[in-house]
């Protein structure tokens, strides 16, 4: 089941501080956090594994909420190059697929 | 390191006929995974393949089919197109052992960019 994904969009000047989430109706095991710039290809971010360990970029944090049924992405202090599309895509039990969310607009402005 | 490969980026078929789509993943990748963008769907999960075995199919009809080579290099096919097909087709590429895909992280080819009429 896709995850949802909030806010769909967020308009943010350059500096401010921005919280995407990522909520499933069952447990999360790990979370996959990616980013889509118009026109380009998804990059990754970070993996925010079972135990709370973070594997990415080192600006970019993550955390999943008491009951683990929801992910939040945290962007401190915004750059004009955070712009763009955010996905979440918790793996399967198997893992062997990413089940992306709706995704999350953010536009940060000067 | 190269990146992932996809080629062609560009493509125009009509309906009814079919087309193949071709991804090369970093060197050293065993598992490729495809999927399919739309404005209306987003990112929808269709295969992953690793070390030639499909390991997962997305909801998708046996239109859609694929396969992964022994360089680990992978087709998809689509069979006789529709217009609701016209889509962006992303291939991901990751590396490590089979149990510890869900922790790597994937690497996004630049897609094809399928348009059906």
């Known amino acids: 089941q896709q995850p949802v994904q909030s806010p769909q969009a967020v308009i943010l000047r350059e500096g401010e501080d921005a919280v995407i989430n990522c909520s499933s109706s069952?447990?999360?095991?790990?979370v996959h956090w990616y980013r889509q710039k118009h026109g380009e290809a998804p990059v990754f971010l970070m993996i925010?594994?079972?135990?709370?360990e973070q594997k990415g970029h080192e600006k970019i944090s993550a955390s999943f909420n008491e009951k683990k049924q929801q992910s939040s992405l945290y962007l401190t202090a915004s750059q004009l190059s955070y712009s763009g599309t955010y996905f979440c895509?918790?793996?399967?039990?198997?893992?062997?697929?990413?089940?992306f969310g709706g995704g999350t607009r953010l536009m940060v402005k000067p | 390191k190269a990146g992932v490969t996809q080629t062609p980026r560009y493509l125009i078929k009509t309906r009814g006929q079919q087309v193949t789509l071709s991804c090369s993943p970093i060197?050293?990748?065993?598992?490729v995974s495809w999927y399919q963008q739309t404005p209306g769907q987003g990112l929808q999960f269709l295969f992953e393949?690793?070390?030639?075995?499909?390991?997962n199919k997305g909801n998708f009809p046996g239109r859609f089919s694929g396969r992964q080579f022994s360089n680990s290099r992978s087709e998809m096919n689509v069979s006789t197109l529709e217009l609701g097909d016209s889509a962006l087709y992303l291939c991901?590429?990751?590396?490590?052992?089979?149990?510890?895909?869900?922790?790597?992280?994937?690497?996004f080819g630049p897609g094809t960019r399928l348009t059906v009429l």
């Open positions: 991901a590429s990751s590396g490590g052992l089979a149990g510890e895909w869900g922790n790597n992280e994937q690497f």
């Open positions: 069952k447990a999360l095991y790990s």
């Open positions: 925010l594994l079972k135990g709370g």
């Open positions: 895509g918790p793996p399967n039990n198997a893992g062997n697929m990413l089940t």
């Open positions: 060197s050293g990748h065993r598992s």
């Open positions: 393949y690793f070390s030639e075995t499909q390991r």
